[in-house]
């Protein structure tokens, strides 16, 4: 709430309907959060999706399952991390004002992302050419055509999710990188790298559930 | 009520008056509420109208908890109250009697597909004996569908690839509505038709003008030599035979199954159906996943008669004597013939329902 | 609440341009505006189209329901007309309605704050519902979707030969819309309140946004990543919705409804904040129990999203989750049943003028009553076995959402119309359309519960003769209900020409917007203002007579 | 609220948590828990318990939860409890379909 004595900070990043930078950095850190609940409950649906699925079809869920590269999936789980790693310590670096380290560290973020995204255009293309996409052109060898159909489309429907999630990301950090190097964000204002920040730790956090999910079913029967 | 302008439906069934009675109940309350709300607000509106320009109400600090509590304490227990009648009413309404027989529905857009125990078919239209409780087992060809008889108070959804079923016992000879109550294309509003409730004897003679032909359980256990599943499944022979290749149907419906995988389930009519069209979704546990599909290769309706001969080998629910369907098994295929409309076609003597 | 330091007398000083006129009237100002009330105004322009174009919808179904054949359209098309009535009225005329117009104008005001907390994301929000808007009429020139506003699979995904697909996209451009809008709520009412103004000073109103835009933010999302699966199904014939590729339409319909049954309190609640306001101002006295109206509105929010499988019940959803919904159903309906035991207690000992949006108010109260009435009637299992998708249900709602949201709205408009617009309109035709609207609203839809009960399904081109009666009556009240809704569209845009100058507080009502110029200029108060006093607090109104000269309307009233 | 600058080292040792929970996590797939506890089902449950525990780090310490206000952990734990309510009685519907 705002102070009633509060007197108008002049910097050039305050905008009109705040008083102070600090009830704009705790607007819009709350902005992203709420935002972040959205995406919560917009990736809920899928993940409601693919529990009931789960749940009618488990033996062929776990058939299809067999059929992704777990070496892969842990790689891509590694690097993201990794990414989220510096991630935060570009916001680190954004708080104690080293822009330079800032831009390095967000170039370092876009790098993994960008590894990540690699792996799964790598994963895809497999999958495409085993027909494993489905629709018309899906073809299963396997038992359980039917559930594997299906738990291809999630793993899509996620994945695909997930990555277009990334995509917007790296779009995001690349918009930071310039102010970053000129040495904009200071420990009075950092807010943009924080709010990316939380997005991509977001991200993360959500294929940290995706790759048991979609990788690791019933890998020991 | 007068006649010409009828407020509630005809109460046809064994269970109408019980959901009337429940409705009234609510009605009632609500009315009770209403009027109360409406004339307070009438005599406060009069009684407290401004009588001159700025004017201000009470401002006296009042207590509110104790006529918070009241009304919201009321209502709840009200509501609460009401809940566990609805729910009694509910199992009376969708528990169906073991007396019931069992006639087997088909929807498609746009049309009603029936199927009685005794091999008769109909569309669009459902002749029922007066006192008999029945029990539509149902299921849809295409999009979701919903069984509606007002007059019954029943209503139950139809999906494609389960089983739901709905039942009633109506207690009033006559012609009733049947409706689609899910909307489910362009002809929604026409498909339908009517419930002819008839005496014991007029039901008896109306089966007796259509062609007998084999019993659903009976074209159900031809259909099954046909496709040759014995040759797997075995079931025509002594019961106590072990197969080799896959498990015996015999007391199946209604057990519980063990499936590969560790989990168990109970062999309902959609796990039955389910494991002739998709038969390795769920694998009895000690068999190979290898029967073939048929999908594509049965209709729903025959698919019905498959269920229906698996539920007849016994189980949790009356089963018709083994003996029977074996010496049936044999007899030629009298589908066709035994068909009392075709798709579309509305039947003699009953008029479209929109004019 | 008041204002410390504010001169009262603001309106007098000449100087002071207001936001219509601030920034110039050329299109561009607006098109590119940032400031909050001029997006209410132009979301305002947009909702009344799709308003409109929702209520032709309506009419031409009520006139093929005159007789009982399908005589006028054919059957296909007017599967297409009430599909367009319903996603038209539902997503782009009352999800929007009160939240993105008053509500967007009111809530900064009435917190005392310059603006919303992201005016870039509250423009974008507009820009999006007009896409979303340009494409579902794109769908409807095409030829329409043909549906029904809840797109159940596997008719939508796989059966029907229309734009469902588009259809989606527009729905779901629309819901990130919504979402900007209550995302934006929530954190301007957590952050930028004006000092002195607790969350139990805060007016009702306030609350109701707040409780409508959690239920945005939480449920949105859900049925916007449902629909896009419709839509990827349709598309790539996927597995998800359709039990002949192995999916399952009941998983459907508990995603959408899961966002579905909320959105009938996003578009109920926000009515409800209105009618607080109403009956406070109206009778001039601080609504009774006021924390127990707040929180039934976060109750209300909140068992709200727990009780969506009572659209369920004969779907092939199991019995014993059935009657957890049931009886969180009626858990739900006391939080409601509060609100109008207390409005009705407000009016106790208070001073009721007879003014236009106190009629609308007291006519939300009794269909309001109605319509919960009849919904906890359909969450008693046994009967909803009988009245499911029937007229029965069509009733109900429309009781909750025309005889609720709309009435709500309509009020709400005509209490604050002077404020947003500077002109007083005539209160001869207002109260006129106040009663057209409830008669006209009565006669449409009571019938309907009869015909429900009688059995008549929901959606129905051709029906049997015996139901003729009711529907023409139904017909006839349609026709009433339109030109009540006419009368208002004509006489509130003859007033922004022509309509008397409106004062700064032409009702004498209490509330930070009324202490503000009428138009507010653009950061909303000349003065920041400091609040002390709780809300609808009548005790020092006497005593500041300066306020006489805004309530000359009221004098001449009670002359 | 003043700036809270949360020290490298801590980012370090929770990226080191997160990676050995990823490992962990692949480990427990392969080695069949529910035989060796008889407990049915308790690969997953241990696969998620650890996404679990990754997700609560990368939440209170890379997005800073822990040294934020009670607001935003409400708004963390409210879209969370939301997104529980979808899950389970969605699922509790297809759990209790053979009980009538």
């Keep these: 709430m705002r102070e009633a004595h509060a007197a108008h900070e002049a910097h050039a990043a305050l905008q009109h309907q705040f008083d102070t930078l600090e009830q704009q950095k705790e607007a819009s850190t709350l902005g992203m959060w709420v935002f972040l609940v959205t995406e919560i409950m917009f990736f809920g649906g899928l993940f409601c999706a693919y529990l009931i699925h789960r749940r009618q079809a488990y033996e062929g869920f776990a058939e299809a399952s067999f059929h992704l590269d777990v070496g892969l999936g842990a790689f891509n789980t590694a690097v993201l991390i990794g990414s989220s790693l510096t991630m935060a310590l570009a916001v680190w670096a954004a708080q104690v004002g080293r822009g330079k380290a800032c831009f390095g560290f967000l170039v370092g973020t876009i790098g993994l992302g960008t590894v990540f995204l690699g792996v799964k255009v790598v994963e895809y293309s497999h999958k495409f050419h085993e027909h494993h996409v489905p629709g018309e052109r899906f073809h299963w060898t396997g038992a359980h055509p039917e559930a594997a159909e299906v738990f291809y489309s999630l793993y899509f429907a996620m994945t695909g999710l997930h990555a277009l999630h990334m995509i917007a990301g790296i779009g995001v950090l690349a918009a930071l990188l310039l102010p970053a190097w000129r040495g904009r964000y200071s420990a009075a204002y950092h807010n943009p790298v924080e709010l990316t920040g939380l997005y991509w730790h977001f991200v993360d956090i959500v294929w940290i559930f995706l790759f048991p999910l979609l990788y690791l079913i019933g890998r020991h029967g | 009520m007068w006649p010409d302008f009828p407020l509630v439906p005809e109460a046809a069934s064994s269970v109408a008056r019980e959901v009337d009675l429940l409705t009234l109940g609510w009605l009632a309350i609500s009315a009770f509420f209403t009027t109360l709300i409406a004339v307070l607000i009438l005599v406060f509106f009069i009684h407290y109208r401004r009588r001159r320009a700025g004017e201000v109400g009470s401002t006296r600090e009042v207590r509110t908890l104790p006529l918070e509590l009241t009304w919201s304490l009321i209502p709840l227990f009200i509501a609460l109250g009401m809940f566990v009648w609805g729910v009694d009413v509910f199992f009376t309404v969708t528990e169906a009697p073991p007396d019931a027989v069992e006639y087997w529905v088909t929807g498609k857009q746009w049309m009603w597909k029936v199927q009685h125990p005794s091999g008769v078919r109909e569309i669009n239209a459902l002749h029922v004996p007066v006192g008999q409780a029945v029990k539509m087992t149902m299921t849809s060809e295409d999009v979701i569908h919903s069984f509606y008889v007002p007059a019954f108070r029943v209503k139950r959804d139809v999906l494609p690839g389960r089983y739901s079923s709905v039942w009633f016992r109506p207690t009033k000879t006559g012609r009733y509505h049947l409706f689609c109550a899910e909307y489910c294309g362009t002809e929604h509003s026409l498909m339908g038709g009517f419930v002819e409730v008839l005496s014991a004897e007029d039901y008896e003679r109306w089966l007796a003008t259509g062609t007998t032909g084999p019993t659903i359980q009976a074209s159900g256990a031809e259909l099954f030599q046909r496709l040759a599943c014995d040759t797997c499944h075995l079931p025509g022979t002594d019961p106590g035979a072990t197969p080799l290749r896959a498990p015996s149907l015999h007391g199946l419906f209604g057990a519980q199954v063990a499936l590969a995988g560790g989990r168990t389930i109970v062999a309902d009519e959609t796990y039955i159906r389910e494991s002739i069209v998709n038969p390795q979704a769920k694998v009895v546990a000690g068999w190979q996943p290898i029967m073939p599909t048929f999908r594509g290769q049965v209709t729903e309706e025959q698919l019905a008669a498959l269920v229906a001969y698996v539920k007849s080998l016994g189980g949790a629910t009356p089963a018709v004597a083994p003996g029977e369907t074996g010496a049936e098994a044999g007899e030629p295929p009298r589908a066709e013939e035994t068909r009392r409309g075709e798709p579309g076609e509305i039947l003699a003597g009953e008029e479209p329902v929109t004019q | 609440m008041t204002i410390a330091t504010a001169a009262p007398e603001t309106h007098a000083t000449p100087e002071v341009k207001s936001y219509l006129g601030s920034a110039g009237w050329d299109l561009k100002s607006w098109l590119l505006t940032r400031d909050h009330k001029r997006i209410a105004i132009l979301y305002v322009i947009s909702i009344t189209l799709f308003f409109f174009l929702g209520a032709l919808g309506a009419l031409l179904v009520r006139l093929e329901l005159l007789t009982p054949a399908g005589d006028m359209v054919q059957a296909d098309t007017y599967n297409r007309l009430f599909t367009l009535h319903g996603v038209i009225m539902v997503f782009f005329f009352l999800i929007p309605s009160i939240p993105a117009t008053l509500g967007n104008f009111l809530v900064p005001i009435m917190i005392g704050a310059k603006d919303l907390a992201f005016p870039r994301i509250n423009l974008a929000s507009w820009y999006l519902y007009n896409i979303a808007g340009v494409l579902v009429l794109w769908a409807i020139l095409m030829g329409g979707v043909d549906t029904g506003w809840t797109f159940y699979t596997p008719f939508s995904t796989t059966y029907s030969n229309s734009y469902v697909t588009l259809t989606i996209v527009a729905v779901f451009i629309n819901g990130f819309s919504s979402i900007f809008t209550g995302l934006n709520f929530i954190v301007t009412i957590h952050r930028m309140r004006a000092p002195g103004l607790t969350w139990f000073r805060l007016p009702l109103f306030i609350w109701a946004h707040y409780a409508t835009s959690l239920i945005i933010v939480l449920g949105t999302p859900v049925v916007a990543i449902t629909l896009a699966l419709v839509a990827v199904e349709r598309s790539l014939g996927i597995g998800i919705f359709d039990p002949a590729l192995g999916g399952d339409p009941v998983l459907f319909q508990h995603l959408f409804w899961f966002y579905s049954h909320p959105a009938v309190y996003i578009m109920i609640l926000p009515s409800m904040g209105v009618i607080s306001e109403l009956v406070a101002a109206f009778a001039r006295k601080r609504v009774f129990g006021y924390h127990f109206v707040a929180f039934a509105s976060i109750a209300i929010a909140v068992l709200g999203f727990l009780v969506w499988g009572h659209h369920m019940f004969v779907s092939g959803q199991s019995a014993y989750a059935g009657m957890v919904f049931s009886v969180l159903s009626m858990l739900v309906a006391i939080p409601s049943a509060v609100k109008v035991f207390n409005w009705t207690a407000t009016l106790y000992q208070g001073s009721i003028s007879r003014e236009t949006p106190m009629l609308y108010a007291l006519g939300f109260i009794g269909l309001f009553t109605i319509g919960g009435m009849t919904g906890v009637m359909l969450a008693t299992m046994g009967i909803d076995v009988h009245v499911h998708d029937t007229y029965f249900v069509v009733a109900h709602f429309h009781y909750i959402m025309v005889g609720g949201a709309i009435m709500g709205y309509l009020g709400g408009l005509h209490y604050w119309w002077p404020k947003m617009t500077g002109r007083l309109y005539p209160s001869f035709w207002a109260r006129i359309s106040a009663i057209l609207v409830f008669v006209g609203f009565n006669l449409t839809f009571f019938p309907q519960f009869v015909l429900g009960y009688l059995g008549m399904p929901r959606r129905y081109w051709a029906y049997p003769p015996e139901f003729q009666v009711l529907n023409v009556l139904s017909t006839a009240g349609a026709t009433i209900l339109g030109i009540g809704y006419l009368l208002p569209f004509t006489y509130l845009f003859w007033s922004l020409k022509y309509g008397q100058r409106a004062s700064d507080n032409p009702w004498g009502a209490t509330g930070l917007e009324w202490e503000t110029t009428s138009p507010p200029p653009t950061e909303n108060f000349l003065t920041p203002p400091v609040v002390t006093k709780d809300a609808y607090d009548y005790r020092d109104f006497d005593e500041t007579a300066e306020r006489r000269p805004h309530l000359a309307r009221e004098e001449e009233e009670y002359a | ?100």
């Design chain 4, 1 to 100: 609220m003043s700036l809270h600058v949360v020290p490298r080292k801590v980012y370090y040792w929770i990226f080191a948590a997160l990676m050995v929970g990823t490992a962990l996590t692949v480990g427990a797939a392969f080695v069949d828990l529910s035989a060796a506890t008889g407990i049915p089902g308790l690969n997953d449950v241990v696969m998620l318990g650890i996404a679990v525990a990754k997700a609560v780090l990368v939440v209170l310490f890379f997005m800073h939860v822990k040294y934020s206000g009670r607001l935003t952990a409400l708004t963390v734990l409210s879209g969370v409890l939301f997104l529980v309510i979808l899950l389970t009685i969605t699922l509790s519907d297809y759990l209790t379909r053979g009980w009538l």
